[in-house]
């Protein structure tokens, strides 16, 4: 599967609503996208295992994405088969007093990924070039006035892409995801939310009051997701109407991803061969 296809450039001129949001690439229906989502987990669990008796890297997987596109949907689907002592999910939520009493990646960083485990951030502090900047929360903030300038977005990518390029830099790859819906799947989401009783306690009002701020989003997404694509640390724009098709396209990425890390059970020296070697003889020689 051609996953580059969904990969944004660093700076490139993509614009979001060119990106049809109910492709399924080459499949037709979920059956063979749902076979092949299984592969990948299995194969998920297997490059895990590795990922975690190596203990040198770690993978962060942010989702990112307009309210129903399917973030914990997705979250709990491709992450199925993973071991759980080895991943760690995080969902960032309004911040509390003492979060916003630091600098707004303070919160991310208490929060990042061992060694040997995947880090996965429901929303994260993307959310602070997004609905912060979308509702003007800046002002809200403790932040000294001469650093709310004009050029505060501009300063945050980078502070994110130099961010980013520190933690690739020191073993942790980050991996970012946004669920791209049409705003027509959104409605037809929601409706499902208020007229289905098991859906009902998804449903927030506050989901209806964001809803009108639907283009400020789409264009605070795009200029993100261009600012802050880079090499070490690229965003995927997934088409997300079809969950089975999005969750599909996430497993096939974070798969391609751990793949090239080359990952392999830990050598084990002539030394650590010889105590293996005394070890099994005790055990064998106990009474
Ligand atoms: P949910 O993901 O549905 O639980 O909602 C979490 C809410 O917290 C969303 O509306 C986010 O936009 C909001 N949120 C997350 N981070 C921030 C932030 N840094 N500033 C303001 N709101 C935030
Ligand atoms: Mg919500």
Redesign the pocket.
């Known amino acids: 599967m051609d996953i580059s296809k969904y990969k944004i450039e660093h700076n490139s001129n993509f614009k979001l609503s060119d990106i049809e949001t109910d492709q399924t690439g080459k499949f037709d229906s979920k059956d063979e996208a749902e076979r092949q989502l299984a592969q990948n987990v299995q194969r998920m669990e297997e490059l895990q295992s590795k990922l975690y008796a190596q203990d040198k890297y770690a993978l962060l997987i942010i989702f990112q994405a307009m309210?129903t596109a399917g973030?914990d949907g997705a979250i709990k689907h491709v992450m199925s088969g993973l071991n759980p002592q080895g991943t760690h999910v995080h969902?960032?939520?309004?911040?509390s007093a003492e979060e916003l009493d630091h600098d707004?990646l303070w919160r991310a960083v208490k929060n990042l990924p061992e060694r040997g485990t995947i880090g996965i951030f429901?929303?994260s502090?993307y959310?602070?070039v997004?609905?912060?900047r979308v509702?003007d929360?800046v002002k809200t903030q403790q932040i000294p006035k001469e650093f709310i300038t004009d050029d505060i977005w501009k300063d945050r990518f980078r502070q994110i892409r130099d961010f980013e390029r520190y933690l690739y830099e020191n073993g942790i790859i980050t991996l970012k995801f946004f669920l791209h819906i049409s705003k027509d799947e959104q409605k037809k989401r929601l409706l499902e939310r208020i007229d289905d009783r098991i859906k009902n306690w998804k449903f927030?009002t506050?989901?209806i009051h964001?809803r009108e701020y639907w283009n400020d989003y789409q264009r605070c997404y795009q200029e993100t997701i261009a600012e802050t694509s880079t090499k070490q640390a690229p965003w995927y724009v997934i088409p997300s109407d079809k969950k089975w098709f999005a969750r599909l396209m996430v497993s096939e990425v974070i798969v391609k991803t751990l793949e090239l890390l080359r990952l392999e059970y830990p050598f084990v020296s002539k030394e650590q061969e010889k105590i293996l070697n005394e070890c099994r003889q005790n055990l064998l020689n106990e009474e």
């Open positions: 309210d973030k969902s960032f939520k309004q911040p707004y429901n929303r502090y959310e602070d997004l609905v912060v509702h929360l927030s506050a989901d964001e």
